[in-house]
């Protein structure tokens, strides 16, 4: 019974997809096979399943990203890491070690089949890219890393990367405005036919989350300590209390 009322559920939410999708298409705010999100997908980044586990019950998590220097920091086995958040989220990041597109391809086929969440981390480099090729054709979904140009990204999208990651913190933090590449990619891609998705990575404040949503950005990853301030405002708190306080009033 469950089961049967949530595939109406889907069938009726892939209709309205289908004809907003064929709207957006007409007035030209987008193009047939473009990447298109309805709502805005918010991972989290980390390598604790315990901080994932929290997130996950607010109800808004899409998924995770891994990397090697969260892992190293928990000191936990990696592959049964990745097992545990694969349970709680749809999606999880998983990066290669290796540093050669033959290394990385034979990590790519081991973690691809440790669960069907997994999406196979690969740096933006040249063996990264021939790793690429080879993951899109094997149908092994993949997010490639490191990524501080537009021409990096039209690359990695071009040898058909499910998922960019376009490092916004690390650009601030030499100097320059991250999100301005991300401003950029999303322009560049409103020209094509790119499927990739635009994951918005390095992220420092929820200033840069508020960007990414502005610019129609896929995917932002977000630290613990960043998501748990979103919910938060200064005005909500002082609503609250104001409510509570009166609401006390009408009980004396
Ligand atoms: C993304 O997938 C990376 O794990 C991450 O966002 C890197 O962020 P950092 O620059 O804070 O290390």
Known sequence: MIRKFSFVRRVRHSKIRASERKLHIRSGKMRRGEAYSFHMKLFLDTANVDQVAEVAAWGVLDGVTTNPSLVAKEGKDFKETVLKMCALVPCVSAQVTATDA????????????WHKHVVVKVPMTVEGLKALRFCRQKGIKTNCTLVFS?????????????????????????????????????????????????LVASTRKPEHIERAARMGAHISTIPYAVFKQLPLHPLTDAGIKRFMDDWEKTRR
Do not use: C, N
Request: no cysteine; proline share 2%.
């Open 102 to 113: 033959e290394g990385m391809q034979k990590q790519a086929v081991e973690y691809s089949k």
């Open 150 to 198: 537009v021409a990096q990204a039209v690359l990695a999208a071009k040898a058909g990367a499910s998922i960019i990651s376009p490092f916004v913190g690390r650009l601030d933090d030499a100097g320059e405005d991250g999100m301005l590449l991300i401003e950029k990619i999303m322009e560049a891609w409103k020209h094509y036919g790119f499927t990739t998705e635009v």
